[in-house]
């Protein structure tokens, strides 16, 4: 066998758990010296920790994305506005699906048909 062997592929992010800043530590998946360290929760049902550079090796979930998206997309909004910000209704009910669906009680296609009503809603909202 030759010295360079093929690596396993690498589990799919299934949701973000959380981001904490923290300037100058290491990766926990590689060691590398970074800032903001991502927690996630792998398809095989582990929590793992990678810095920003080493989740893009990882597959995500696409209702991993979309969760991560709206829930950036509030963080800005708290920042901007206080804690009283709020998400407008199409995005909210795109959230509350999501967590549905990691409830157990929605499937990923009517959560992704519903995260992409949302997102056409805010294009047509946003382009008058």
Same mark, same amino acid.
């Given at each position: 066998m030759n010295a360079v062997t093929a690596r396993e592929p690498l589990p799919k992010i299934v949701r973000f758990l959380r981001t904490h800043d923290s300037p100058g530590s290491s990766c926990p998946h590689c060691g590398a010296t970074g800032r903001y360290i991502h927690t996630f929760l792998? #398809?095989?049902?582990?929590t793992a920790a990678a810095?920003?550079?080493?989740v893009k090796l990882f597959p +995500?979930? =696409?209702v991993a994305i #979309? #969760?991560? =998206?709206?829930? /950036?997309?509030l963080e800005g909004y708290v920042k901007q506005y206080g804690a009283s910000a709020k998400l407008n209704r199409r995005d909210?009910?795109?959230l509350d699906a999501i967590e549905a669906f990691y409830? &157990? +009680?929605r499937d990923e296609r009517s959560v992704l048909a519903i995260v992409d &009503?949302? /997102?056409?809603a805010n294009a047509a909202r946003y382009r008058r």
């Amino acid at each position: 066998m030759n010295a360079v062997t093929a690596r396993e592929p690498l589990p799919k992010i299934v949701r973000f758990l959380r981001t904490h800043d923290s300037p100058g530590s290491s990766c926990p998946h590689c060691g590398a010296t970074g800032r903001y360290i991502h927690t996630f929760l792998l #398809e095989t049902g582990k929590t793992a920790a990678a810095m920003s550079g080493c989740v893009k090796l990882f597959p +995500v979930s =696409r209702v991993a994305i #979309e #969760e991560a =998206r709206l829930k /950036k997309k509030l963080e800005g909004y708290v920042k901007q506005y206080g804690a009283s910000a709020k998400l407008n209704r199409r995005d909210t009910e795109a959230l509350d699906a999501i967590e549905a669906f990691y409830d &157990g +009680v929605r499937d990923e296609r009517s959560v992704l048909a519903i995260v992409d &009503g949302a /997102k056409k809603a805010n294009a047509a909202r946003y382009r008058r």
